[in-house]
């Protein structure tokens, strides 16, 4: 059973940058891949972005990936979602997701476990 932590949310001008940390536990972290997941007020749980299990493979939201970046410390069991040119529209509650395996992908069920959210918000 993986157990996950974020942290690093917070209230941020629009144009800052934010990182955000999700430290993993119970579970070999090398075995498999992470996801970041946001969900806004009165809206669905949307894909951010997933890397495996290794660092090497990183996939993002399309409207995303020129200010997202994803990356791990295996030897820290913590993934990071690092957040450029934040808007408005990023505002959410951020989730990370452990993966099934070592790669995963967009689908909410390519996901085992999840951690409890953090807030971030982006004044205009």
């Known amino acids: 059973q993986v157990q996950l932590v974020e942290s690093g949310g917070s209230l941020v001008q629009a144009g800052g940058s934010l990182r955000l940390s999700c430290a993993a536990s119970?579970?070999?972290?090398?075995?498999?891949?992470m996801g970041w997941f946001r969900q806004a007020p009165g809206k669905e749980r949307e894909f951010v972005g997933a890397?495996?299990?290794?660092?090497?493979?990183?996939y993002y939201a399309d409207s995303l990936k020129d200010r997202f970046t994803l990356s791990r410390d295996n030897s820290k069991n913590t993934v990071y979602l690092q957040m450029n040119i934040l808007k408005p529209e990023d505002t959410a509650v951020y989730y990370c997701?452990?993966?099934?395996?070592?790669?995963?992908?967009?689908?909410?069920?390519?996901?085992?476990?999840w951690g409890q959210g953090t807030q971030v918000t982006v004044s205009s």
């Open positions: 997701a452990a993966g099934r395996t070592y790669h995963s992908g967009t689908n909410y069920n390519d996901y085992v476990a």
């Open positions: 119970g579970r070999t972290f090398s075995n498999y891949a």
């Open positions: 890397i495996s299990w290794n660092g090497g493979n990183t």
